[in-house]
């Protein structure tokens, strides 16, 4: 079903995306060490990274950083490790070699990893075993892996991008900067300093591109939109897929007899709930900003003086600066514009 919430896992469930899937095979197939897929939230990086693992007929794992606890332990990423692991695929074509491991046991199709003690298991011993096969070693959200033990991961990465030629790594992130950040290419005091990573960034759908992907999933649910309606829908959602298949599928429960309103309120209520995270975590004045931006502030000056004006106190350069920063990296807001409407909708209302 195109207008399924979860992300698609095979490429007849999977709209377009072609070239980047080829390019992405392409990569794979010349073995290169790191993969980098990115783009803004619910464009597609994971649909896209599991066709892509489907289709390659290569041993894998597949971890979901988004896991891990914001200060995680090591015991937290080697958990995540072992239920990338422990998939039947991997554990049969690799069982001879990680039957031979020591610190790792099958049980099943689990794999239990020791993380402490005698028999611990440094992650780049485990890549060079490995390494024995052609193997790919995929991160979701890769970006969630910073954190005080983000160094241990990065090094183990460093590591097999220089000894393991037989492992690709592809991470994806929708936190652009922060991903880039995390690995450091060119930051010399980073494991991974000038080391290449080939990146594929997911763009949006074009209009008749979006116009398309909903007739296709109307029709699929056999409900009946009037090609204005569509229209409207993709005016809103800008070619974002995530977007578009959520309104689709809330069009097709209402069995066509849903407003453009309500369908844009419910849509901006995800996208509130998502910005309160962030406020919530960085602070209020995270909020401020936002919703400046959103009413169409496009200087500094004039954003300076409106926050300050707001919260009533002089606020430093440096800590707008940051917070701006901070945006871009979460590829939220870049040169005062919103990377994705509905959150500047959502801004609105903070
Ligand atoms: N090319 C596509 N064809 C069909 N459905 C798609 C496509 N791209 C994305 N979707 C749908 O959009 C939603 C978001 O996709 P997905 O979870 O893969 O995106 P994402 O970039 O990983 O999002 P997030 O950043 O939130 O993790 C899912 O419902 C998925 O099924
Ligand atoms: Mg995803």
Request: contains cysteine; glycine residues 8%; neutral net charge.
């Amino acid at each position: 079903m195109l207008f399924d919430p979860r992300p698609k896992s095979t490429r007849s469930e999977l709209f377009d995306r072609d070239a980047e899937l080829s390019e992405l095979h392409r990569l794979i197939d010349e073995e290169r060490p790191l993969v980098a897929l990115t783009g803004v939230r619910r464009i597609g990086k994971t649909s896209v990274l599991r066709v892509l693992l489907s289709e390659v007929n290569i041993p894998f794992i597949l971890m979901d950083a988004r896991g891990l606890p914001a200060n995680y332990g090591l015991r937290d990423l080697y958990a995540l490790l072992s239920s990338g692991m422990s998939n039947k695929g991997f554990i049969e074509s690799m069982r001879s070699i990680l039957e031979s491991i020591r610190g790792l046991r099958i049980m099943g199709f689990e794999v239990e990893l020791a993380w402490k003690g005698r028999s611990a298991l440094p992650l780049p011993v485990l890549l060079d075993y490995l390494n024995k096969r052609r193997v790919i070693i995929a991160v979701d959200e890769a970006q969630c892996l910073r954190g005080p033990r983000g160094g241990v991961f990065l090094e183990a990465l460093a590591h097999a991008y220089d000894y393991d030629d037989n492992i690709t790594f592809i991470l994806t992130g929708s936190e652009v900067g922060l991903l880039f950040e995390y690995l450091g290419v060119d930051d010399p005091s980073s494991p991974l300093y000038g080391r290449r990573v080939d990146t594929i960034t997911l763009g949006r759908f074009s209009r008749d591109d979006s116009a398309e992907f909903l007739r296709q999933g109307f029709r699929e649910a056999g409900v009946e939109v009037p090609s204005h309606y569509i229209e409207a829908i993709v005016g809103f959602f800008d070619g974002i897929p995530g977007w578009l298949a959520l309104a689709g599928s809330t069009v097709v429960s209402a069995r066509g007899r849903i407003g453009l309103e309500e369908l844009r309120r419910q849509a901006v209520e995800v996208a509130k709930r998502e910005l309160m995270e962030i406020v919530e975590a960085r602070g209020r004045r995270y909020a401020l900003v936002l919703k400046l931006i959103a009413q169409g502030v496009k200087r500094w000056s004039e954003l300076k003086s409106r926050l300050e004006e707001a919260e009533g106190r002089i606020v430093p350069s440096s800590v707008l600066h940051n917070i701006l920063e901070s945006l871009r990296k979460l590829s939220i807001v870049e040169d005062y514009e919103f990377l994705d409407p509905v959150y500047k909708e959502a801004a609105r209302t903070l």
